[in-house]
């Protein structure tokens, strides 16, 4: 069973306006941290922000927020003022304490047009 | 910025070659990862390490090789490169222990393709 999903291959959005990014997990680990990377087409992969199953604040880090919903196992990526920089393929990964290796997502292709 | 470094970055070799892709960190981190990745898609996790003399295979079978002699580097081996490795190749490295928010940096990646 697929422990993360993130059901949107690809998204259009339009530049200035918000964007959601979903990714839910599947975890029996109470201890566990979700991660979201951007990877521009030059293929590099970028780190944008962590949270961890006992923060009891979602995490924020400049235009990007996580939306975390612990009871529903959703760890949603919020763009906040979406920049044609913006446009890449973003992946969701998680890290449970019990086995210490990233499990990762199938990515969403994000395309934010003019 | 993350101290990792991959080379070459764009290969084009032909088939039955053998090939060799470097990867180095000098942040003394002890566990390093390659994975393969095709245009698009998803992460394939092939080796890891979690120190010197230390390597495991991953979720994805591959006909490539690793070896972790010294801890700031990492090689990745193809004996005899075919057609169906071409691919980028993604080498990453985390601390081994600590909280589980440490971060995984990434290379810059090493696009191969066989011919």
């Known amino acids: 069973a697929q422990k993360i999903t993130q059901t949107q291959p690809g998204m259009f959005v339009q530049e200035k306006e918000a964007v959601t990014l979903d990714c839910t997990y599947d975890t029996s680990d109470p201890s566990y941290g979700l991660f979201w990377y951007k990877q521009p087409s030059s293929g590099e992969m970028i780190f944008l922000i962590y949270?961890?199953?006992?923060d009891q604040q979602n995490a924020t880090e400049g235009r990007y927020s996580l939306n975390f919903q612990k009871a529903r196992k959703s760890a949603n990526l919020v763009i906040s003022a979406s920049q044609l920089g913006d446009s890449a393929m973003y992946f969701c990964?998680?890290?449970?304490?019990?086995?210490?290796?990233?499990?990762w997502g199938a990515g969403t292709k994000l395309i934010i047009k003019p | 910025e993350a101290d990792i470094y991959q080379t070459p970055r764009y290969l084009v070799i032909g088939t039955g070659k053998k090939i060799t892709l470097e990867c180095s960190q000098t942040?003394?981190?002890?566990?390093m990862y390659w994975y393969q990745q095709d245009p698009g898609m998803e992460l394939h996790l092939i080796h890891y390490s979690y120190g010197v003399n230390s390597t495991e295979k991953g979720d994805l079978s591959s006909e490539s090789t690793v070896s972790r002699i010294r801890t700031e580097h990492f090689p990745l081996t193809l004996e005899s490169a075919r057609p169906s490795h071409t691919s980028q190749y993604l080498c990453a490295s985390t601390d081994r222990q600590g909280a589980l928010g440490n971060t995984i940096y990434f290379g810059e990646g090493s696009w191969l393709t066989v011919v």
């Open positions: 942040m003394g981190h002890d566990k």
């Open positions: 990964a998680m890290r449970e304490r019990s086995n210490y290796q990233l499990i």
């Open positions: 949270q961890g199953s006992y």
